[in-house]
DNA sequence: TCGCGGTAAGTGGACTGAGC
DNA sequence: GCTCAGTCCACTTACCGCGA
């Protein structure tokens, strides 16, 4: 980082509604808004004074490709100014800005400093080159807080109802429709490198496998257009788009059909399967049936034998007891 | 087609002066 | 002393033309 750095801002800046270098229009101090960057120029003119209105020299060092020494600073802050004042804005990148642009802005410098190359005074093709390129980084330094400026707006509107000081109305409107488009321009960036991403995985994924399905992932789906046209698929002609309509639809026909097929013939082995399963449950549960009336029969025949035997030890007793009963009866009969 | 060099754009950070 | 806006520069990235 260069050890000046800032010391340009010395440099001050004549308000741009003035415009001019001319002594008269040289801003009071009760008239100067006291901010940076406004008195731009200011310190320029009064060495210009002190030096009788003589051009100041800058030596330029052509192989750096910069200005050095003394009065360096002054020609790169008055390089900004006059890019700021001559330079349009209406255009994405200093290479367009037009040559007659440009030349102005050189020749406003050349009004005020004397350009050298060692002793020699120079104002050749290369010196040419070199300022423009100062003028050219310059330029990107008022897009960018042109840009700042921009984002401070939510809306369009609003960043219409509010240009920069510096810049006339119909370039800001133009750099404000430019950087909407840049972030339509991104998206549809954004949009690409999503169906690139799905289409290397498409071959996995049984989700999106056509670009049609990939493309509807990414943006969503909207009747009567394609989405993210530039970037994605294009519209076929109306004799193609009918003929490769009837075609897809003959294919989807096709391809369904066969589908139902295999369909039919799984239901049908699995109907056959279930009936096996069905007959052998059949025979099982009439093999378990027969088992279990076999049990239960020769549980029952146990016991009736069982109940036999009781029965006839209960006949023999109670034959016995009546014996008895009539006996003892008998008895007190007999001894009554 | 690839590599190289030049050029320009974009970005981030340092620095400064003015205002509060 | 802090914050903010303006300015400048270094670095990275992208693009383009040219030659092998």
Known sequence: MASSKGTNHQVSQIPSSQGSTNASNVPTSSKIRKSLGKFKGLET???????????????????????????????????????????????????????????????????KFEL????????????????????????????????????????????????????????????AMSERNKVNRSKQETVKDKLEELASQSCDSPVASIPEEVLSSVVGQRFGHIRGRGCGPRPPSKSVATAATITGLQSQVKDKEERMIQMEEIISKQREDLDKIQEKLDRQHEEMSSQLNEMVNKKFMDMIWDLDIGLDVYSKNLSYGIKFVRITYSDNIHYK
């Not at 360096?72 to 994405?92: H, N, Y």
């Not at 990107?140 to 809306?155: E, F, G, N």
């Open 116 to 175: 050298k190359v060692g002793d020699e005074v120079c104002n050749d093709i290369y010196i040419r080159k070199i300022i423009y390129e100062i003028a050219g980084r310059r330029y990107r330094d008022v897009r960018c807080t042109l840009y700042h400026h921009y984002q401070s707006y939510a809306t369009d509107e609003e960043r219409l109802q509010n240009p920069p000081q510096d810049i006339n109305a119909n370039e800001w409107a133009w750099l």
């Open 45 to 111: 003119f009064k060495k210009i004074r002190a030096y009788n209105n003589a051009k100041l020299p800058v030596q330029i060092d052509m192989e750096f490709r910069r200005p050095f020494g003394e009065n360096a600073d002054g020609l790169v802050g008055e390089i900004a100014r006059l890019v700021t004042l001559c330079a349009s804005f209406d255009v994405s990148y200093w290479r367009d800005v037009p040559e007659d642009r440009k030349d102005k802005i050189y020749e406003k410098l050349l009004d």
